[in-house]
C-alpha cells in the first residue's frame, strides 16, 4: 500500500508502517476466536525496516492462528515487537541495531511499555517459557 491508502485504512493515524486486519468474534462479551482478513505493510520501506515489521505483523497473524485472542492489547504488541527486537538483534547490522534500540526506547505507553514488559519477561522466564504458555494457557506466564 502507498501512504495515502495506508492512511485511510488507519483512520488518519500518523506513521503506521503495518497492520493486521482480523475479525473477532464475541461469544459472552468475550472474544471466542478470530480471522486474518489481511496483512499490509506500507510500500518502499527499507529492506531492514520492512523485516522487522513483517515478523511483528505475522506475529498478529501467529497469535490469532493459535487462537490466543484475549491478551490485553498493551501484551499482544509488546509480544511482537520483541519478536522484531529478537530479530534485529539476531541479525546484529548497524541497522538491525539501530531498529533495536528505538523499538527498546519507543516511549509510547502500548508499544513500548508493552515491550518491556515482554523484554523483562522474556529475561526472567525465557522466550520459550513465553511460547509455551501462549500456547498451553493462551495467556502469558506470570
Known sequence: LNRTDFMSRQGGRRYPLGMT??????RHKKVDH???????ILQGLPHTLFEGVSIHELG??????QNIVNLPLS?????CELL????YVE???????????SIAE????????????????EERVGF???????????????
Open 21 to 26: 486486519f482480523s475479525t473477532r468474534y464475541l
Open 34 to 40: 478470530a480471522k486474518i482478513e489481511s496483512v499490509a
Open 60 to 65: 498478529h497473524v501467529w497469535l490469532v492462528q
Open 75 to 79: 501484551d499482544e504488541e509488546g509480544f
Open 84 to 87: 522484531s527486537y529478537r530479530h
Open 91 to 101: 541479525i546484529g547490522s548497524k541497522a538491525d541495531l539501530f531498529y533495536a534500540r
Open 106 to 121: 519507543n516511549r509510547n505507553p502500548v508499544y513500548g511499555d508493552g515491550f518491556r514488559k515482554l523484554k523483562k519477561l
Open 128 to 142: 520459550a517459557q513465553i511460547i509455551k504458555s501462549l500456547l498451553r494457557k493462551k495467556k502469558l506466564p506470570l
